[in-house]
């Protein structure tokens, strides 16, 4: 059986294959889910089972997915063991749970989790596929990636290749939010341009309003403008452009959305999700959220938004994992962007401020002050 829920644009390729391949859930770990078998390809597992671990974006099966988890109260959510139509080989697969941590999208996180441990990232070397699960070698690829195994391994690479464009082939499964009238999951194939998805399958922002920037490729990837909504939504073009593909989770956020809440609101969530481990994220994380706080609450300068500007840059590419740079890139993006929103922000922060401290004075203070003259 075959759940592709997130299909919305294209046949199911999966179930056109003729191919049988069971997608169980573990939807808590949304995108960031990864499929992981134990064993080479010599067939020797290094565990008693093969374990995978995928997840689906079909509500329902990931509703009853959840409900029986929570009643069994045990992390093991299953054991199936599938045959393969036309391929004689049987894989015993477990779905596991997770304590949903974002963190946990990083793949030595992810095993550590699995091991039961706090899902910290790794250091590297050694990869998983020499010491992963239990130090055994170990597979990881998103789940995305394997739902188009049994597709392309039905119908040939040529007829997934066929589609996208340049080294983008194949389809994407994007996932729309924000200031969208249609926000959802929709496999589009990979070219088509992101004006086409934003505004002509989710609908764009509500009428009288327009996009002001986008997030192509989830939270963590560098904003874009309205103007780059016409380039083609595949990895090399939104590379170029300045930003990334990721997740494909697009994330649109209209002309009525002031720029620094939703920096702040960003910053404090991946403050929150740093492990902690290095130190450029950890206090960069904290940094960011506490200059963005001052920006807000009137106490920041001009020189403060510099210092902001120059601790993303600090945080890129100085971190044991992806996340620091998950927080630094698109917050970088922003002051990039929208500086003068920024700037502004500080200036009627403050003058906010300063009408506020008025009356904090009593009169008599007030009048004392007046009285007592220059010092
Ligand atoms: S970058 Fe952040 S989340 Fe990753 S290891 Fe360092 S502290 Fe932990």
């Avoid at 789940?143 to 597709?151: D, G, Q, S």
């Avoid at 194949?170 to 926000?183: A, I």
């Avoid at 700037?343 to 506020?356: K, L």
Wanted: hydrophobic fraction near 40%; include cysteine; proline fraction near 6%.
């Amino acid at each position: 059986m075959s759940k592709r829920g997130a299909s919305k644009l294209l046949e199911d390729p999966v179930s056109e294959a003729g191919l049988s391949f069971e997608v169980d859930v573990a939807p808590w770990l949304g995108n960031q889910a990864a499929l992981f078998l134990l064993g080479g390809s010599g067939g020797e597992l290094q565990q008693p089972s093969g374990a995978a671990l995928v997840a689906t974006t079909d509500i329902d099966a990931t509703r009853a997915a959840i409900d029986k988890a929570l009643a069994a109260q045990d992390p093991a959510i299953e054991t199936t063991t599938e045959t393969y139509e036309g391929v004689d080989y049987q894989l015993e697969s477990d779905a596991d749970t997770d304590q949903g941590a974002y963190i946990c999208g990083e793949e030595s996180a992810l095993l550590d989790a699995l091991e039961g441990k706090r899902g910290n990232p790794r250091l590297k070397p050694p990869f998983p596929a020499n010491q992963g699960l239990y130090q055994g070698p170990t597979l990881i690829n998103n789940v995305e990636t394997l739902c188009n195994a049994p597709a392309i391994i039905g119908k040939g690479a040529e007829w997934f290749a066929a589609m996208g464009v340049d080294k983008s082939t194949g389809t994407k499964v994007v996932s729309v939010s924000g200031n969208v009238r249609r926000p959802g999951n929709y496999e589009v194939e990979l070219g088509i341009t992101a004006r086409e998805i934003v505004e002509g399958i989710a609908g764009g922002p509500e009428d009288g309003r327009s996009v002001k920037c986008w997030f192509p490729g989830g939270s963590s990837a560098p904003v874009l403008l309205e103007e780059h909504l016409d380039l083609p939504y595949t990895f090399e073009a939104m590379a170029e452009a300045g930003s990334m593909l990721g997740s494909g989770a697009i994330i649109v956020v209209d002309d009525q959305q002031p720029i620094v809440p939703l920096a702040l609101r960003l910053a404090e969530f991946y403050r929150h999700e740093s492990c902690g481990k290095c130190v450029p994220c950890r206090e960069g994380t904290n940094w960011t959220v506490k200059t963005l706080e001052r920006i807000d609450e009137g106490e920041a300068t001009p020189m403060d938004l510099e210092i902001m500007a120059e601790v993303q840059t600090n945080i890129i590419g100085n971190c044991l994992c992806v996340l620091g740079d998950s927080m630094a890139m698109p917050i970088g993006s922003m002051i990039k962007h929208f500086r003068p929103e920024f700037e502004e922000h500080i200036e009627r922060a403050r003058e906010r401020r300063d009408r506020e401290d008025i009356p904090a004075f009593g009169a008599g203070e007030l009048a004392a002050a007046a009285g007592a003259g220059p010092a």
